[in-house]
Structures are given as C-alpha cells and as structure tokens.
C-alpha cells in the first residue's frame, strides 16, 4: 500500500527510452529456433485474437521464434503455474499481478530481471511509475504491467433507475437502503458468484478499509496490527449482512466469476462489486454480448459512518506480464514489442481495461469514470491476495467466501488468517536460515 498524491490523469511521472532503431550493413548469420512460451489468463475471445494477431507480427519479425499462447482460467492457471515453479522451469512469458507474489517468486529464483532491458533504448513506453513499482522488487525490474485500475462497483443504470435511483449511494445504510428498493422493484441487486472464492475477497477487503482506514493490511503486513484486529471482525460482521436477505441471485453458491459476470451482462442483477476488467468479461460471458455495456457506470465502494477509511481510498492493481528466469533474450524482446503504442492500442481496443501508457487510448465511458476516480483517489491498496505472500492471499480468499456463507464466524475468520499468516512468516524465517 501506498499514499499517492493525486497528480494526472493515472500517468503520474514517465519512464520514457526510445525507440530502438536497427541498421545492417552485412546480413545477419542464421539464427537458432527458438521457442517461447506465452501463458495468459484473457478468457475473452477479442484479446485473445489480438494477442494471437501479436505474436504473429512479432513471429513474421523473428522468423526463427516459435511463439505459442496457452490461455488458462484464473484458478486453474495458479495451480498449473505452481506446478512449472516446482519443476524448475516456469514460462517465458507469464501473466501477474505483481505485488507480494512477484516477490515471492524473485526470491524463488523463478523470475528474470529485465531493468537494464527497461532502462535502455530497448523499451518505448511511457509507463505509470506506480504500476511499475508492484512489478519491481528491491529496485529491480521483472515485468510490464498494461493496466491499472480499481475495484468499485459497476451498476447497470437502467435497472437502478427502476428503484427510483440516479446515483450511486456514498454511505453504507444508503447502500443498503437502495439494495432494499431494489428487491421491491422485482430486481436482484447484487450479481456474486462463489465457486471463485476471489470475488467476495473484495467486500471484506473495502470494509475492512473504509472501517480501520487505509492502511490496515499495510499494518499486518509490517506487523503492526493482525488479521484479528477489531476492524477486520467488524467488516466480516457488515458482509455477511447481505447474506441470507435476498440481495444475491438463487445461483450465487455454485456460480462462477464467469457466471457472476454473464448476469450482469445479461442483465439479470444490477450491480456488482469488480475491477477495471468488468465490462469486458460481461459483454463476453454473456447473451447480449456489446448490448448493456453502453448501459454500465462505475461507483466507487461507500464509506462507513464513523470508520476512518475515506470514499478516495482505493484498493485495485494492475495486470501485466513478467518474464521466466529461463527465458530468451527473444522472450524479453516479445515483452517490448507487446508494449509498443500500437500494438497496446490494438490490445485495449479489444479488451476494455486502464492503460498504463499514456499514448494509448481508452473509450469505454465506464473505465472514464474510474480513470476520473484514480485521478482523484487519497490512497492505494494492492489487493490482499497479491500484497500478501501466495499461502496467505489464498487463505484470504478462501476464509472470505467461507465467512460470507456462514461457515465460519467473523472471529473465526479472523483468526484463522491470522494462522495463516503466522505460519507464512515462521516459513519464511526456516528458509532464510
């Protein structure tokens, strides 16, 4: 977590090299195949194709390199990746998140540093220096994160205006009040899937915040306050609140993320709790496809009375890619040409998100909106599951769809992240030994 002073429009310094430009005087001896592996979470098929259409101009390029995509679902895809770490020999090219993770994975020895290749006139792009910081560690570069947003929720206006409402509530009571004129207007409020357990991580996380303020998960990361502090206990008692009340569709036990989105795609709910990436996902894993996107505002999650975390406080992250400890120079040379303005033009313009470019353009009315609210925040917070080492994100994630269901009390909850924590660091001093 850091404190961010509101500067520009998202891009708040630059770190500008040129572009590289190649002059031959004798032809080039033959080079050796070589084969890069380029693993991606993009379910939606409009990035994929970009991506595949990259890779190719990049393979026309570079006819000796064998780029080949594998695109795997979020949780299916940590499982594999933890897999390739335990064999010594992650992908050229994967996806992250950043953060705690990525740091994890330095100290593992699985990732390559690419600073000099970043720093020198090898790389082109303007690039948001808080998004690069969660993809550096110890002043160390390993990757390139393309977006960065925020978590709020996205609200299909046509249905709130059924329940007479034209803005978003700024409070919680408010909040709920409107969930309540939601129902009575015969529509369900809140699309939430927890087969993915990650998509109720986020109520807990911004309650948390907007009730202990800000800096909570910085302060149990340093040790200064536990996962059972008061503010934490409280938050899981206000989110298992909307449980149980009808604010969730019939299905919400056994959907997934892709569930969650195809209904409000489809229109069924008409809010739900998600970052930047949202409105792409909808219009993907639904029916109606492009029809209600036109249709989808972003509201920033409300505060608490009297909790000391403001509506500015933001918690998000970004996505990016980072390079394998055993890849090529080629894989790397992949990375800058993915960055290049055109071609990470060509990528938002398929897949809806926040670039961290500043030459790139975006759209979409509803990622304005949260690129306004960035421009504005006080505070940012990565999401827990990536601020914290892997076990402990996956604990997080886990323990807040148990709490939400009821399976396991606030207290509870708690106490067992705590554990998890606990066992995390006392792991982390053996293997320092």
Not at 211 to 236: C, H, T, W, Y
Not at 327 to 354: G, H, K, M
Request: aromatic share 12%.
């Amino acid at each position: 977590m850091r404190r961010i002073i509101p500067l520009a429009p998202l891009v708040l310094a630059t770190a500008f090299v040129a572009v590289l430009a190649f002059s031959c005087a004798k032809p080039s001896p033959a080079k050796k195949p070589v084969t890069i592996r380029w693993w991606h979470i993009n379910s939606d098929q409009p990035s994929q194709r970009t991506l595949e259409a990259i890779a190719k101009d990049f393979m026309k390029e570079k006819p000796y390199a064998d780029v080949r995509l594998v695109m795997l679902w979020n949780m299916e895809y940590k499982q594999k990746l933890a897999l390739e770490f335990a064999a010594k020999d992650p992908p050229d090219i994967f996806h992250s998140w950043g953060g705690g993770g990525l740091a994890e994975q330095v100290e593992a020895g699985y990732l390559r540093d690419i600073t000099e290749w970043v720093n020198s006139d090898r790389w082109h792009s303007k690039i948001n220096p808080v998004a690069l910081g969660l993809f550096s560690h110890k002043g160390r570069v390993y990757g390139f994160p393309q977006d960065l947003g925020a978590v709020g929720f996205w609200y299909n206006s046509e249905l709130l205006s059924r329940a007479g409402y034209s803005r978003f509530p700024e409070d919680w009571d408010a909040f709920l009040k409107m969930l309540d004129d939601l129902k009575a207007a015969g529509v369900t409020p809140i699309s939430l899937g927890i087969a993915d357990r990650w998509t109720v991580m986020y109520y807990w996380v911004y309650l948390a915040m907007r009730i202990g303020g800000p800096e909570i998960f910085n302060d149990i990361l340093q040790n200064r306050k536990s996962f059972e502090d008061p503010a934490m206990v409280e938050a899981a008692r206000m989110m298992t609140s909307l449980t149980g009340k009808g604010y969730f569709p019939a299905t919400f036990l056994g959907d997934d993320f892709a569930g969650q989105s195809r209904n409000m795609g489809d229109g069924n709910c008409a809010l739900q709790l998600m970052g930047q990436w949202a409105v792409a996902v909808q219009a993907q894993s639904s029916e109606r496809k492009e029809e209600l996107s036109p249709l989808m505002r972003f509201a920033p999650f409300p505060r608490v009375k009297g909790g000391q975390g403001d509506i500015r406080d933001v918690m998000g992250g970004g996505n990016g890619f980072v390079i394998g400890a055993n890849a090529s120079d080629e894989a790397v040379e992949l990375l800058e040409f993915f960055t290049r303005e055109e071609n990470l033009q060509r990528y938002f313009d398929s897949f809806p998100s926040i670039p961290t470019v500043s030459t790139v353009k975006i759209r979409n009315p509803g990622l304005v909106m949260v690129q306004d609210y960035l421009r504005d925040m006080e505070n940012y917070c990565l999401y827990p599951d990536q601020l914290f080492p892997l076990s402990v994100g996956t604990a997080i994630n886990e323990i807040s769809a148990r709490v939400m269901v009821g399976e396991l009390t606030p207290e509870r909850g708690c106490a067992e992240l705590q554990k998890a924590w606990v066992a995390s660091r006392q792991a982390e001093g053996k293997s320092a030994q």
